[in-house]
């Protein structure tokens, strides 16, 4: 029988089959998944076959896992070498972010697009918590929204608390499978509870952002919309893998650099202190922003780093 992992806790699983029955799940034995080393074996989002372990008590074994389409990572925080994996099988993907309590960096939400240009998934960028902007978070939500449009990303701004843009969120949801991420306290969960009211997923004390970093949902987890579609909520992250990139593949998945890059004088030029380098010349003209160039620069880095 087949079926689609809706949540996952690392040691069991919740599943569906093709007929909307649901079965707590185990794995029989060891799972050993193509070349990756993750640390878990099964996420949500993956499609798997099932065998009945006990009638009585509705559970089963998952005895095969079917090829991924696509997956996103995150590092575990135990050990960088390795990494989780956070779901798979996604249409797109939702980066909630937010500019105040607490505040995303353009570093990580540069990370996080690099990852989703490397594994192809679409991502769209929504700034929560726009009841909270003053002046000062206004101007920043309309500079980073030109940035992102200009290479192409859809930038949203919503307020969960006022009601406001709820539901153009939603709509991009519609017959799809979306993965919602983002550091942890942006309001993923809330956003889910404004879909489906009766859930009531634990959500951060109505005191709201501690400062603290606390991750309020511990384990990813698959619901189903009732317009179409299906959308997953996920422990607040802290960083993205970079797992599988190269120093030299990393400026393929900046959309703004990848169309120059055959201009560049050297065909291997890395873009930092080369001679006739297309990608830079784009950056002293303003053609490309000076935030996304220092964000390459500090991907590169980190990559670097990691190769030691
Ligand atoms: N002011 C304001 N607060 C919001 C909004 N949306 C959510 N919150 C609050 O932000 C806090 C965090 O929301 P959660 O939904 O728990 O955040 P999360 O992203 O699921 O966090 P993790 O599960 O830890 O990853 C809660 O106290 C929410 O009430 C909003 O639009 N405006
Ligand atoms: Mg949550
Ligand atoms: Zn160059």
Avoid at 169 to 193: A, E, R
Avoid at 197 to 207: A, I
Avoid at 246 to 274: D, G, V
Wanted: glycine share 6%; hydrophobic share 35%.
């Amino acid at each position: 029988m087949k079926a689609t992992v809706y949540k996952s806790t690392g040691s069991w699983y919740v599943v569906k089959n093709e007929y909307g029955e649901t079965f707590n799940a185990r794995i029989k034995g060891k799972f050993k998944i193509d070349e990756i080393t993750s640390t878990n074996p099964i996420a949500v989002g993956d499609y798997v076959e099932i065998e009945m372990e006990n009638e009585g008590e509705g559970s089963v074994v998952i005895n095969k896992i079917i090829d991924r389409k696509n997956y996103i990572t995150r590092q575990s925080p135990h050990n960088k070498h390795q990494h989780h994996i956070v779901a798979s099988n996604l249409d797109q993907s939702l980066l909630f972010a937010t500019l105040k309590d607490p505040k995303t960096s353009q570093g990580f939400i540069d990370r996080f697009l690099v990852t989703s240009e490397a594994y192809q998934i679409p991502s769209v960028l929504i700034f929560n918590k726009a009841d909270l902007f003053r002046k000062k978070e206004e101007e920043k939500f309309e500079e980073l929204k030109t940035i992102y449009e200009a290479i192409g990303y859809k930038v949203m701004a919503m307020s969960i608390e006022k009601n406001i843009g709820v539901d153009e969120v939603k709509d991009l949801l519609k017959n799809k499978v979306t993965l919602l991420s983002g550091h942890s306290g942006v309001g993923k969960s809330s956003f889910i509870n404004s879909t489906f009211p009766e859930l009531k997923l634990k959500t951060q004390d109505v005191s709201g952002w501690s400062g603290k970093g606390l991750h309020t949902t511990t384990f990813a987890e698959m619901f189903d919309l009732p317009f179409g579609g299906t959308v997953i909520d996920t422990p607040g992250l802290r960083e993205f893998a970079l797992m599988d990139i190269s120093k030299n593949e990393l400026s393929h998945y900046f959309p703004e650099m990848r169309s120059l890059l055959n201009e560049c004088q050297f065909n291997n030029c890395m873009h930092i202190n080369e001679p006739d380098c297309a990608v830079k010349e784009a950056v002293n003209s303003g053609g490309i922003a000076t935030d996304r160039y220092v964000s390459y620069l500090t991907l590169l880095d980190s990559i670097k780093e990691k190769s030691w």
